[in-house]
């Protein structure tokens, strides 16, 4: 988690790699820490056609949250907006 945290810090490189993420299709809306060791929920929006298994070797990846160092586990979930009447948590990036 430290590792994750330094990464994420001004300086660690978080920046360049939310812009290149985008660009590959990938955007994390918020990242929620429940507690300083973990657990962290966050939502992210993929641009249509992205498979989950696409997906989750991106998460796991060099370009991920926690850039290829096993840092974090992340298992990840889809959401289902249709049980939310199609509207998604945050506002779209990708239309």
Same mark, same amino acid.
């Given at each position: ?47 249509? @056609? ?35 009447? @199609? ?9």
């Amino acid at each position: 988690m430290e590792t994750a945290y330094a990464a994420m810090a001004p300086g660690g490189g978080w920046d360049e790699a939310v812009a290149a993420n985008k660009e590959k299709g990938f955007y994390n809306h918020s990242a929620n820490a429940v507690a300083a060791n973990g657990p962290i929920y966050c939502i992210w929006e993929t641009k249509e @056609g992205i498979s989950i298994e696409e997906f989750q070797e991106f998460i796991d990846g060099p370009t991920g949250p926690g850039f290829g160092l096993s840092a974090l586990m992340n298992i990840c979930k889809p959401i289902d907006t249709s049980l939310m009447n @199609g509207q998604t948590p945050y506002p779209r990036v990708f239309s």
